[in-house]
């Protein structure tokens, strides 16, 4: 039996599990299992402070299980780091480490993708570790559309101070990548 992805609106009754899949889906990373600060998880719990109406959760469900969450942060709101004016970036991607592998980040990446389309927006940004062991996430963006966009590349705030790459996606058509 399939299961269909659906991706949607987070639901205040599934922000306490998406945020801990948040720190988990962080945790099992090479770039974060280290050097997570308790600060940070409890950022990545606080699922009901990111889905403030200017910046929007959206959430992975199959059936009944909710799989990851992604949030779209536009430009000038709190969690845009990299997004210029008409642009939205995509925040905290986390996909359930058990659910890995079965489409959920494709599936939040293109959601987020027509959810920004619709409100207009005409890029989204997002920024990625640029380290050995991150070929996948890379892989997947570079699939979907997305362009490294080497002039908003910068050193992370955490130690070790990974090198952060910036990838970008016009979502002015409906080209959804290869």
């Not at 639901?11 to 997570?36: C, N, Q």
Request: charged letters at 25%; hydrophobic letters at 40%; proline letters at 4%.
């Amino acid at each position: 039996m399939t299961v269909t992805l659906v991706v949607g609106p987070a639901a205040p009754e599934e922000f306490d599990r998406l945020g801990e899949i948040g720190v988990r889906a962080y945790l099992t990373a090479a770039h974060t299992r280290a050097s997570m600060s308790v600060e940070y998880a409890a950022v990545l719990r606080d699922v009901a402070g990111r889905n403030t109406g200017q910046d929007v959760v959206l959430a992975a469900r199959a059936g009944q299980d909710v799989l990851g969450s992604v949030t779209l942060a536009p430009a000038g709101s709190p969690w845009a780091d990299l997004a210029h004016e008409g642009e939205t970036e995509i925040r905290m991607l986390a996909v359930d480490p058990a659910a890995q592998g079965r489409g959920a980040g494709e599936a939040l990446l293109r959601a987020a993708e027509t959810w920004a389309r619709e409100e207009g927006y005409r890029a989204l940004v997002l920024s990625v570790v640029g380290s050995q062991g991150r070929q996948r996430p890379h892989r997947l963006y570079e699939r979907l559309g997305y362009r490294r966009a080497t002039d908003r590349d910068y050193v992370g705030s955490w130690e070790p101070r990974p090198a952060m790459w910036c990838y970008v996606k016009d979502v002015t058509t409906t080209d959804r990548g290869a």
